[in-house]
């Protein structure tokens, strides 16, 4: 079956949006202050997406409303009637409230425009609004302007760029959270603290030790253990090291199980350790937790790898077979998989099953992960 024109079209253009968000994320890799970040992005939108406006809020900490962080474009204060936005008000408000993504390309005539005058005379046709939500958290609003309609496919552009750049401002948010206990207990702290201080002033109930010599972390890597520090001090815990592997940052530690007469020690794990085990299968790490002998204390341990380098996922990508590879080819041109098969002159279900095993491979979640991953590790 022979592909038309336009969708041939709208096939490069999507990959080609894809590897401009991998080199915009790349450029925010191990930054920890949310207003580098949401200024990077916001500019990076006008620069290369020929939006006219950019503007990005997140959550204060009473999880009523956004403060606005960044705006790039148009207008590039952060002050003035939107500088704070409760949730629920406006579109952008009513986004963070519901965690839907939204656009239109005719916004001087949708109802919830506060002024219309403003769209008309600025010729703003597009907007496209999405919500930055970690695991079950949002933590803020993404909102984007254009002078031209915007397609429904931008959506998913905006869907992986929000994947990653939430990770980032989380990590930085949860950091700069630490800071300010450092602060309170009369700490001083920076950002280039070493991960073991800042893990020290977290766990107070005992001390750490640490393992091998330190080395710079990911922001992703370093949220994920404060965040683990986080839940040992809170389910008292008396012994806790930090080990830096060859291939792997590890957390060990022993913890008290606090049950009530009706729960089981097994449920107790399950519950408190939820999102951290989340995280960590998006990591490709480890979280193994065992009950010991008295079923009154938990042996825990946290294994992150390093991330990649470039030769790694070069490594990676050769992994696919050639008919994975075609099956992704086809896949990220838009065809489904009853088209895939009968192009390939294959089964449906071994459409899927190569799916599948390039996911495994790709280490992506879903499909869409997959064409991704696929684009810029040099497999499609």
């Given at each position: 079956m022979a592909l038309s024109a336009a969708t041939l079209l709208d096939s490069a253009r999507l990959l080609f949006d894809l590897q401009r968000v991998h080199a915009i994320v790349q450029e925010i890799s191990g930054c920890l202050d949310t207003s580098v970040i949401a200024k990077h992005i916001t500019d990076a939108l006008v620069d290369q997406f020929e939006c006219v406006f950019a503007r990005l809020w997140l959550i204060e900490p009473d999880q009523t409303t956004l403060r606005l962080m960044a705006s790039s474009g148009l207008h590039t204060h952060t002050d003035g009637?939107?500088?704070?936005?409760?949730?629920?008000?406006?579109?952008?408000?009513?986004?963070?409230?519901?965690?839907?993504?939204?656009?239109?390309n005719q916004l001087a005539d949708e109802p919830w425009v506060k002024d219309r005058e403003w769209a008309i005379a600025n010729q703003i046709q597009g907007f496209a609004?999405?919500?930055?939500?970690?695991?079950?958290?949002?933590?803020?609003?993404?909102?984007?302007?254009?002078?031209?309609?915007?397609?429904?496919?931008?959506?998913?552009?905006?869907?992986v760029l929000c994947m990653t750049v939430t990770i980032a401002l989380d990590a930085a948010m949860r950091v700069e959270q630490v800071q300010q206990i450092a602060a309170s207990l009369g700490t001083g702290s920076s950002p280039d603290m070493p991960l073991s201080d800042r893990l020290a002033i977290i766990l107070q109930s005992t001390r750490l030790t640490l393992v091998g010599t330190e080395q710079p972390l990911s922001a992703t890597l370093s949220y994920t253990l404060v965040h683990a520090a986080e839940q040992l001090e809170r389910y008292q815990c008396n012994y806790c090291r930090l080990s830096y592997r060859e291939e792997a940052v590890a957390l060990e530690a022993i913890i008290a199980v606090v049950v009530t007469t009706n729960e089981k020690a097994e449920d107790w794990l399950q519950a408190r350790f939820l999102q951290l085990r989340q995280l960590t299968h998006w990591l490709d790490g480890r979280l193994d937790l065992r009950l010991l002998r008295d079923r009154k204390a938990v042996q825990f341990l946290l294994e992150l790898p390093y991330p990649a380098s470039a030769d790694t996922l070069t490594a990676r990508s050769?992994?696919?077979?050639?008919?994975?590879?075609?099956?992704?080819?086809?896949?990220?041109?838009?065809?489904?998989?009853?088209?895939?098969?009968?192009?390939?002159?294959i089964s449906e279900s071994t459409v899927k099953f190569h799916i599948n095993n390039s996911l495994t491979k790709l280490s992506a979640r879903n499909r869409y992960q997959g064409v991704y991953q696929a684009a810029i590790q040099g497999c499609i």
């Open positions: 009637s939107f500088a704070r936005v409760p949730v629920g008000a406006y579109k952008v408000g009513k986004i963070a409230q519901n965690r839907i993504p939204f656009l239109s609004g999405y919500p930055l939500v970690a695991r079950d958290r949002v933590i803020g609003v993404l909102a984007t302007f254009s002078n031209t309609p915007m397609a429904p496919e931008f959506l998913e552009v905006l869907q050769q992994k696919l077979s050639e008919r994975e590879s075609e099956v992704m080819t086809l896949l990220s041109q838009g065809l489904r998989d009853r088209d895939i098969a009968q192009k390939l002159y």
